[in-house]
């Protein structure tokens, strides 16, 4: 191939892919006031200081607390405590109780590592009538108070104003044996001030979605919220789902999700706003001092020095999201992260064939959020944090914010080359290294090849076969990269890479390459087929992925016969997933 002329335009290419790249509670919540879940008698205290000593897992929820003191105690609530939509001001939690579903609730999927290794519950404990009250939120846990997070954003690129948890609760914060605090959030738990024209629901299919979704990436290695459990109802939920004026009848589901933190961009930039920079900086000083250690709570640089982690962060985030195929589908400012770790699952999607104009969202008439846009839309969001932190900075320190603004772009290609070079084995540093992988991109591009599958099968393929050209036919995302007229070329220069990994061998090499390739991703096809059968009441499939998406790399026969590692069904291609959920 002549180089002369490639390489400029896959440069080009790139570059392009880089940078597009309370009170009046008690009538809202049946028996919630009366019901505990902690006997009162009981001193939980003690109880928590015993097993945490002995790292048991508790069987039920006695001695199991979740509270909401800090955040209640630091934060102002809003004081209307009635349970009406309405612009809040000078707050940033509304105190709200979910609404229990009406009908029979039955227990879709739980996840035992979330329940035991995070949550200190044993896995026993999701067969109790507790566990299915709590996380369908028909009883809180009498300390606690469940609170709807007031906040705001840029929705496809436009300030919306006040947005918030129109369908969520937060209805406690859990500390661990650790000493790790994880906010338990439960969604489509029903209206709150922040529901807008909502109905405070969600959909199985998309709480099937989000709870397979996020335990998936987890498994991947990639930071974001977690799911608990996913239970449904026969509760009717009406939904547009493609804004067609096709309305359907689908059935309301509940996830109990989990994070170390639910605060977003949006979460600063409403008060930003709204001018209220006293609540500003009261938020930022607790999320600093939760979340981020490192930063000393007294120096007066505190906010420009969490800027510069934000940025760094979200760089690494969505570089990663790129090294699994993985397209939010909403990036607006309000799903975005201050602990920069994915949340809020929604038209999300794993691409099938590699293609940087993939977009999971089929709402997304712009196509604002498709997968090469990401690291864009990265900047816009980080560039919205900065106008929010602004009031709080000396013109200095502005100079500096945007400074770092500025060094976005170089961070997210460090780190996008980074965990590429290491998707394909390199070792060390090399020139060439992204020229490398833009050129392999760009021939999977004209090919329509699978993105996961080719890197899999790169890493499963001997270096004989590859040097031979002669892919056998279960490879068969790697057969279609091979029908790129220039794929030799490439094979040659990456064969030729390889020689430099010092101390490297193929075994050895393979091995790394299959640890971070993996052969089992969400694709959109298979949550379809397990949501169809969990709309029957049958969580087989919904069970079964979520326990192959444990262990992505690793080759597992139930989901070899399943067909998770074949090339995705042509009805795949059908699949529209939406924000209406
Ligand atoms: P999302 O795009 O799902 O992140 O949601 C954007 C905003 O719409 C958030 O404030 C959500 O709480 C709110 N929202 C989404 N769906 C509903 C619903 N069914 N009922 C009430 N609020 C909703
Ligand atoms: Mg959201």
Not at 289 to 302: A, L, M, Y
Request: hydrophobic share 40%; proline share 4%.
């Amino acid at each position: 191939m002549p180089r002369h002329y490639v390489v400029p335009s896959l440069i080009t290419w790139l570059m392009l892919l880089v940078c597009q790249s309370g009170c009046c509670l008690l009538d809202s919540i049946t028996a919630a006031s009366n019901f505990s879940l902690v006997p009162n008698y009981i001193n939980t205290s003690n109880l928590h200081q015993d097993y945490c000593e002995r790292k048991r897992k508790l069987p039920n929820f006695v001695g199991w607390r979740l509270s909401t003191e800090k955040l209640t105690a630091t934060l102002p609530i809003d004081n209307i405590q009635e349970n009406y939509v309405r612009e809040v001001q000078n707050s940033i939690f509304s105190v709200v109780y979910p609404t229990p579903l009406k009908s029979r609730v039955l227990l879709v999927a739980v996840s035992k590592e979330v329940l035991e290794d995070i949550l200190d519950l044993d896995f026993s404990v999701s067969e109790t009538e507790e566990f299915l009250h709590l996380v369908s939120g028909t009883k809180i846990l009498l300390e606690s108070l469940p609170l709807a997070h007031r906040y705001g954003g840029h929705q496809f690129g436009s300030w919306a104003g006040q947005l918030g948890d129109g369908r969520a609760h937060l209805i406690g914060v859990y500390t661990n044996r650790f000493g790790d605090r994880w906010e338990l959030q439960l969604k489509g738990s029903g209206r709150t001030p922040y529901s807008r024209n909502g109905d405070g629901r969600a959909v199985l299919h998309s709480s099937v979605r989000e709870f397979l979704g996020s335990e998936a990436m987890h498994f991947l290695g990639i930071p974001t919220s977690r799911a608990a459990s996913l239970v449904v109802s026969d509760d009717d939920v009406w939904r547009d789902r493609f804004y067609n004026g096709n309305i359907k009848k689908e059935r309301g589901a509940i996830v109990l999700r989990i994070a170390k933190s639910w605060f977003r961009v949006g979460s600063l930039e409403i008060l930003a706003f709204s001018g209220e920079l006293e609540l500003l900086r009261t938020l930022l000083d607790l999320v600093i001092s939760e979340h981020f250690p490192s930063i000393n709570v007294n120096d007066s640089n505190r906010y420009l020095i969490f800027f510069s982690e934000v940025v760094s962060e979200t760089a690494h985030l969505i570089a990663l999201w790129m090294s699994v195929g993985f397209a939010h589908g909403v990036c607006n400012t309000d799903n975005f992260s201050l602990l920069s770790i994915t949340i809020d699952y929604g038209p999300f999607g794993f691409m099938d064939s590699y293609d940087p104009d993939f977009v999971p969202n089929t709402s997304d008439d712009e196509r604002r959020y498709k997968i090469g846009n990401q690291a864009n839309v990265g900047m816009f969001n980080l560039n919205k944090l900065f106008q929010a932190l602004n009031p709080l900075l000396d013109i200095r320190q502005k100079q500096l914010a945007s400074q770092i603004l500025e060094g976005y772009p170089e961070q997210y290609y460090k780190h996008f080359t980074e965990l590429f070079k290491a998707k394909l084995g390199l070792l060390g540093d090399s020139e060439d290294d992204g020229y490398l992988i833009a050129f392999l991109l760009k021939l999977m591009e004209d090919t329509k090849a699978d993105f996961t599958m080719t890197f899999r099968q790169l890493s499963e393929i001997s270096q004989d076969q590859l040097k031979e050209l002669s892919i056998p036919q279960e490879f068969w995302a790697l057969q279609d990269v091979a029908k790129h007229k220039f794929f030799a070329n490439w094979v040659a220069m990456y064969l030729l890479r390889l020689k430099r990994n010092t101390g490297d061998s193929y075994s050895e090499r393979s091995r790394r390459m299959i640890g971070i390739n993996p052969r089992y991703v969400l694709r959109n096809w298979m949550a379809e087929s397990a949501v169809q059968k969990a709309e029957r009441n049958d969580f087989s499939e919904v069970r079964l992925l979520q326990q192959v998406l444990q262990h992505p790399f690793q080759m597992q026969t139930v989901a070899e016969r399943a067909g998770y590692a074949q090339r995705p069904p042509a009805w795949a291609k059908e699949i529209k997933v939406s924000c209406s959920s």
